[in-house]
């Protein structure tokens, strides 16, 4: 959904809150914290959307228990935030969010926040199945130099794995969704205990390159190498999907975010991860709000 759409469906914080409303309750509102239905809405006309439950004689609204709960930022904004966010194929910066919404870019780092915490609630839900191809990027910016430039001493950088960069590894079903991660090394026995925890051993066949961390896969997996080194692509077997993504991956680190932290960098996976697994889904702003019920 675009920007002009959310706007005009959604132009103030009752018919948002109408529409969460709708997606949440239906024709049967219920209480997020006892899900009695012995409910009735709250009529003392200060706040818009306050419900009383009779059976734990609790407050509430359809924001409790989400990612909107307790936000001072008006609905609509967080509306935006998302349609936003979600139609951004290299995402975009806290600081033009800031500029777009009119907002502070602190409000504005704790909106994406919330929102790519929702997003990466989801991908722990997905198992692959079928064609799965598997493959790992690092992820980062070079060294810097320093300003001695009498100094033979200048930090270098090797590339592919002998890379100081951040190794993250990700497995796409083939016409289907991707999952990524952050393993604590590549060894064997990091990479089966990610392909365990996302690919369905029935009915699978992994599609690798010829890297040895790979190799233990063939014990409970079906499995096929592509050498690149020799070819790219060997009839079905490739991993040309995988790294389509990773380059919109690294599109977004290099175009937009420059840099982020260890500590939040599974966050802006998981981002480029649910854009890329609701992809063809006209429907991905409702989506993603149908999820934060979920």
Known sequence: MNLLNIYSRYPDQESCIEHLEDLRFGDHPYCPLCNSKNVARKCDGHRVGRWN?????????????????????????????????????????????????????????????????????KQQEIMLQGIVEIDETFIGGKPRKSNNHDSDDQPSNKRGRGTKKQAVIGAVERGGDVVTAIPPDLSGRSIMHFVQDNVEADGSLLMTDEFKGYWPVHRKFAHSVINHSKEYVRGITHTNTIEGFWSLVKRAWYGTHHHYSLKYMMLYLSEAGWKYNNRKNEQSFNTFLRGCFA
Not at 61 to 85: C, D, H
Not at 107 to 112: I, R
Request: charged share 20%; hydrophobic share 40%; net charge positive.
């Open 53 to 121: 439950c009779h059976q734990c004689k609790s407050s509430f609204n359809v924001l409790s228990g989400t990612i909107f709960e307790k936000t001072r930022v008006p609905l609509q904004k967080w509306f935006m935030a998302i349609g936003l966010m979600s139609n951004a194929k290299k995402s975009i910066s806290s600081h033009q969010l800031a500029r777009d919404l009119d907002i502070t870019q602190p409000t504005a780092l704790y909106v994406q926040a919330r929102i790519r915490a929702e997003m990466a609630s």
